[in-house]
């Protein structure tokens, strides 16, 4: 799979105002402009990302994200939705755990759903493509290599918002912080709750691609709340450290197994450079 065929893949029509920087998805461009929100463009990180998991692609066809497809103004990467005009990327997932000790806020249905709070059938590639379409930077393993992590620092584009959203008995949704759905223990699965999970961004590492292909499609893990390079977004807190210290805020949960939604939400690019004009 090279560069020219992932960027010719689908012809997209972006958010008025809206330029992501890169490359073209569909052919040349004609007389509208750009600037004027005619084509959507490619930001190099995702043609990158997907140039550099072309091997696994090859080695295991069910290793690759999903074509994209236009939905009005958002951009759907299989379960996955990319909005541009919210800066949001949104899933479905289902809650998975309401007691005992969890490692993971969202795996998929074939990770390791016995530590994790929700689960989804959403592919990890999906994920991570529809961030890097929204200019998401992934800050990679050395975003966790801090010895001390709680002096982790994000960097600029790599701290996503996450929220969990489900709709209530009356049918109106109700809308929680991801990080609100957790309780800090100490002293094991049956300790006493000592506090809450830190508020603020989570971190957004981007997994790693091994000798095998992206990590996260294999290993399941879309976001962790302990230190693993492997999931896509990781808990960017000093209890990451810690792996029974988390448990579900069973107060602040819906029923085990409702249907939720997660969402993510992309802070906007630093420094957004205007496009130029199509000849």
Do not use: C
């Amino acid at each position: 799979m090279n560069r020219q065929s992932i960027a010719a893949r689908v012809p997209l029509a972006a958010e008025p105002g809206i330029s992501t920087g890169g490359l073209f998805f569909g052919s040349t461009p004609g007389s509208r402009s750009v600037r004027n929100g005619t084509y959507f463009l490619i930001p190099l990180g995702l043609i990158l990302f997907l140039s550099s998991i072309a091997s696994s692609v090859a080695a295991d066809p069910s290793a690759q994200a999903s074509p994209p497809t236009r939905e009005g103004h958002r951009i759907r990467f299989g379960s996955v939705i990319a909005n541009p005009a919210t800066r949001t990327v949104s899933f479905p997932a289902s809650l998975n755990m309401t007691n005992g000790l969890v490692e993971y806020a969202v795996v998929t249905d074939y990770g390791k759903t016995h530590e994790s709070l929700l689960i989804t059938t959403a592919l990890p590639m999906d994920v991570q493509s529809a961030l890097l379409l929204l200019r998401a930077r992934p800050s990679g393993t050395n975003g966790l290599s801090s010895a001390d992590a709680a002096t982790l620092t994000i960097p600029a584009g790599s701290g996503l918002r996450a929220n969990v959203v489900w709709l209530s008995g009356s049918g109106a949704p109700t809308t929680v912080p991801l990080s609100q759905l957790f309780a800090l223990i100490s002293g094991g699965a049956n300790g006493a709750i000592t506090g809450s999970l830190r508020t603020g961004p989570w971190l957004f590492n981007g997994s790693m691609v091994t000798p095998e292909g992206f990590g996260a499609h294999f290993d399941g893990s879309i976001i962790a709340l302990i230190h693993d390079p492997i999931a896509i977004l990781n808990n960017p807190g000093p209890d990451r450290d810690d792996d029974e210290v988390h448990v579900p805020a069973v107060d602040r949960l819906p029923p085990l197994g409702t249907a939720v939604t997660v969402e993510l939400v992309v802070e906007p690019p630093v420094a957004e450079k205007e496009a130029p004009r199509a000849p």
